[in-house]
């Protein structure tokens, strides 16, 4: 999202148009790449935003121009899931539960801590019938 303004009418619908010609049937998601240069979050993790889909690793299609293909690392991973919910009287509220729960979960008892090296992805994915999701990459102890 940070690079959209490279497209032309960088907007969100244009973004997940482009995206729809490569991958019609994937879901398209929100994702944080653990970049040096990139802006830092609440987090105090310098991350660049990305929307995009998950491809076969195998994949050879041709990604639409200015679209860029990735390959996300291998990797341990911690979820923070929240279930359905009505995203016009509990969005708010979901948020503020699951960043508390990120906040809160004790990564030292559970053996491990946050992957922060540069080119780690984490997910963000926000369906309101299915859940509210974190995924997000660990290093384990």
Known sequence: ???QSRISGADLETVSALLRQLAPEAEQQMAFVNEPSG????????????????LPRDCTDAVPAPLQLMEVPEGDYLVFE????DLQTENSLVEAKI??????????AAGCCLDTAPGRVFYFVHDCVRFWKYIRPVVRF
């Open 1 to 3: 999202m940070q690079k």
């Open 39 to 54: 802006r830092i979050c609440s987090w105090g993790i310098p991350l660049a935003e990305c929307w995009g889909v998950r």
């Open 82 to 85: 929240h279930g359905p919910f």
């Open 99 to 108: 960043e508390r729960a990120m906040r809160d979960f004790d990564y030292e």
